[in-house]
């Protein structure tokens, strides 16, 4: 049976058994896993709560040894006992039953990232690490991978992602921007209906503690990163009692009266906080023909700034019919290279086609076509219901320019309008205040040179958390850090907090 042919499936079994009798054996579930020494769960008490594991489809591309389920949830947490959809669940038992201490959340970012996904790439090395301490368990946000889809229906070229990311015109005007923007906020507010209207965080929140119960843990233990963070410190403040081991990769500016906006701002300082590193990298005498782009690293970022002005005025055709390569491809190139070391080979070889008069660009694959319908309804449905945002044409004109003036990298794109500019309805709830109250049992960790997710907006996630909190900065480049960028200070700090409990006493920097 297929992923998705379960999911429906065990929606409908749900359903036929009548919802309350869901909601009571959530209740026994949560009842048992409160009585149960550190948090241990028996496979009756798991079944009892709906959660049937099997083995996963094999188009998830399963780890050996991982198992996948389907959740039930509300469609609306107003009307608990109203219309389920079913979430995709995976996890990786632990392999050493008697050093078992719980569960791991392994929470993505996005929004729009597959936990199940996550669990795949990482499941192997944070086993190794967890050593047993630890069942790993990963889930899909509504409407994401294998859980209910949500559409709004957009246009095929509203769903790339130089569109999705508003990017201005090349002298600067948003009007395309507006027109877009319009477009899309009616597109789901006709096509959307409650799945859209549905994709929160507070809500994929709410799944989490379902999970939990789902589950029989009395306490969670979790690595979030990126948009996760932000997933993760919401449950800490809603659900403080509920949270073992907590762990911060990669976090951004909480505040309540931003939180996207503000997400989105932080990358025009991001991009300028990681650019040295692909200019130093860019510029190595010991880089292949074809890869070093200048003989210094200061004239590597006139060399970008003055091609992609060129792409501009004359775009050029690349490897993929219909999709030239233009200053604005360029710069949403240029920002996804700068999350990874990994990626700025093939970001310079990109660049060098571009400055052959006979090169013939070849595109990243995430640049040469249009995302889904419903990858993209979840990246603009979660930001744009999370918080109410500006709606004055005029003052996003005036941020673009200002924008685009400080940041030449980013061109404006940071500050730009979206279609939550003209929502219907605005938010769907009052965003959450992260604060001091709560058990100090949260640990952060942060790139210097976070191109995405830049230090300077993690220090108000740490602000925020105050005395529950400590920070661990590395002095690395790129997006995520933990298992992701081979610092050792850093991956041996976060593991040795998730299976000792051990966390250092204050702040502290990895080199």
């Not at 090349?170 to 994709?199: F, T």
Request: net charge positive; glycine share 10%; charged share 25%.
């Amino acid at each position: 049976m297929g992923a998705g042919r379960r999911v429906r499936e065990a929606v409908r079994m749900t359903t036929n058994r009548g919802r309350k009798a869901l909601m009571l054996a959530l209740s026994v579930a949560a009842v048992a896993g409160a009585g149960l020494v550190g948090g241990a769960v028996t496979p009756a008490a798991a079944a009892a709560a709906g959660l049937e594991w099997h083995d996963c489809d094999p188009a998830v591309k399963p780890l050996p040894g991982q198992q996948c389920a389907t959740l039930p949830v509300p469609l609306d947490y107003a009307d608990p006992d109203g219309e389920q959809i079913g979430l995709a669940v995976a996890r990786l038992r632990s392999t050493r039953p008697e050093a078992r201490r719980g569960t791991l959340m392994v929470i993505p970012g996005g929004p729009g990232s597959s936990g199940v996904q996550r669990l795949g790439q990482k499941g192997a090395a944070l086993a190794k690490e967890m050593d047993g301490a630890y069942d790993l368990v990963a889930f899909d946000p509504r409407g994401v991978g294998g859980s209910a889809k949500a559409r709004c229906g957009f246009d095929e070229d509203d769903r790339r992602l130089v569109t999705l990311r508003s990017w201005p015109a090349a002298d600067g005007g948003i009007g395309e921007n507006v027109a877009r923007s319009r477009r899309m906020a009616e597109a789901c507010a006709r096509n959307g209906g409650a799945m859209v209207r549905g994709l929160t965080t507070a809500n994929q929140v709410r799944d989490l503690d379902r999970l939990r119960q789902a589950l029989g843990e009395r306490k969670l233990s979790a690595w979030a990163v990126s948009y996760g963070t932000y997933v993760a410190a919401v449950y800490a403040q809603k659900f403080p009692e509920r949270t073992d081991r907590w762990v911060l990769d990669s976090s951004a500016d909480p505040d309540p009266k931003h939180v996207a906006q503000g997400w989105l701002a932080g990358m025009a300082r991001g991009a300028e906080d990681r650019f040295p590193d692909f200019a130093a990298w860019a510029s190595d005498p010991a880089r292949p023909e074809g890869l070093r782009l200048a003989e210094r690293p200061e004239d590597v970022r006139p060399l970008f700034l003055d091609l992609a002005a060129r792409l501009d005025r004359e775009p050029r055709a690349s490897a993929t019919p219909g999709v030239p390569l233009n200053g604005t491809v360029l710069r949403q190139a240029l920002q996804q290279a700068l999350y990874s070391d990994a990626s700025f080979p093939a970001f310079a070889r990109l660049v060098s086609q571009a400055l052959d008069p006979a090169g013939v660009p070849v595109l990243p694959p995430e640049l040469a076509g249009p995302m889904p319908d419903e990858a993209a309804t979840v990246s603009v449905g979660v930001i744009c219901n999370d918080v109410d945002w500006p709606r004055s044409v005029p003052a996003y004109e005036r941020a673009v320019a200002a924008d685009r003036t400080r940041y030449p990298l980013t061109a404006g794109m940071p500050a730009n309008i979206t279609p939550c500019a003209f929502w219907k309805g605005g938010a769907v709830e009052r965003p959450t205040r992260i604060t001091d109250r709560g058990p100090s049992n949260v640990l952060m960790i942060q790139n210097l040179r976070d191109p995405s997710t830049p230090h300077s907006a993690g220090l108000k996630m740490r602000e925020a958390f105050g005395g529950r909190a400590r920070l661990v900065s590395v002095d690395k480049g790129g997006h995520a850090v933990y298992l992701g960028n081979g610092n050792a200070c850093g991956d041996r700090t976060v593991t040795r907090f998730l299976t000792e409990g051990v966390r250092p006493a204050e702040d502290v920097l990895c080199k």
